[in-house]
């Protein structure tokens, strides 16, 4: 059975929603949940996640209110929860502190796009260790081989595959991207292949899941949080749809 992974980002569509949408997320039936921590300077996510993070911030999303609604529902939760985020807050935070908080929130691993992997390694990957805290890397198709692999190397729970080089939810992804979706089944690799960016339904989640472990959906979720008056039954219906 192929995962389905849903992102949506903190704190919205307003403060206190963000324990109700995990447990929804998982009582619909996705395998993993993958949280964005609202920052002020998105740039790998497009036009709607930049919306999102706004609209978080605007409502008083920070990363240590994050973790107390966290903390509130740990032991109901069943599936992966990863956050998602920028090294900057991270950093402001303090790393092991920051570290320490996931592990005690029921958080299993990290996505941090902009923290390049020798820094990673140098300064990051013992702590992430020492509080049992997975890190996933991400690859595009202009990734090579070789690099591929390095990062895989560095990388546990999973690794992320960008359907292409563009930002979140761009409309020209191109998401049947056959040639380097085969080239990552082909590859020795020793994580399981998440792919993401693009994937809006059911048939796009089958589509680039064919030689991959799971899809990761954010946008097309994140969609009706923000513009569903109805989000919680949209949402649900929504997750129901793909998985069916």
């Known amino acids: 059975m192929k995962k389905l992974n849903i992102y949506f980002t903190a704190g919205i569509p307003q403060l206190e929603d963000t324990a109700d949408i995990i447990k929804l997320i998982q009582d619909s039936g996705a395998e993993m949940i993958e949280i964005g921590m ?7 996510d497009g036009p709607v996640i930049q919306q999102a993070h706004e609209q978080a911030l605007k409502n008083g999303m920070t990363i240590e209110k994050l973790f107390s609604q966290l903390k509130t529902i740990k032991n109901e939760i069943r599936i992966p929860v990863i956050l998602m985020g920028y090294i900057n807050p991270v950093l402001s935070f303090g790393f092991e502190k920051f570290c320490r908080e996931c592990s005690e929130s029921g958080v299993s691993g990290l996505i941090i796009p902009d923290l390049p992997p020798i820094e990673f390694e140098k300064n990051y990957q013992q702590i992430l260790k020492k509080y049992n805290l997975n890190f996933t890397f ?68 089958e589509n680039v899941t064919e030689k991959a472990a799971g899809g990761i959906i954010g946008t097309a979720f994140v969609n009706i949080l923000l513009h569903h008056k109805d989000w919680k039954n949209a949402a649900i219906d929504f997750i129901h749809a793909v998985k069916a």
Request: proline content about 7%; glycine content about 6%.
């Open 38 to 44: 609202p920052y002020s300077d998105p740039v790998a």
């Open 138 to 205: 991400l690859v595009t198709p202009e990734t090579s081989d070789e690099r591929i692999r390095y990062l895989d190397s560095l990388s546990s729970g999973f690794l992320y595959a960008v359907s292409s080089s563009s930002t979140t939810g761009n409309d020209n992804t191109v998401l049947k991207n056959e040639s380097y979706l085969a080239k990552l089944a082909s590859l020795p690799l020793q994580n399981p292949v998440m792919i993401g960016f693009g994937i809006k339904s059911k048939e796009d989640f």
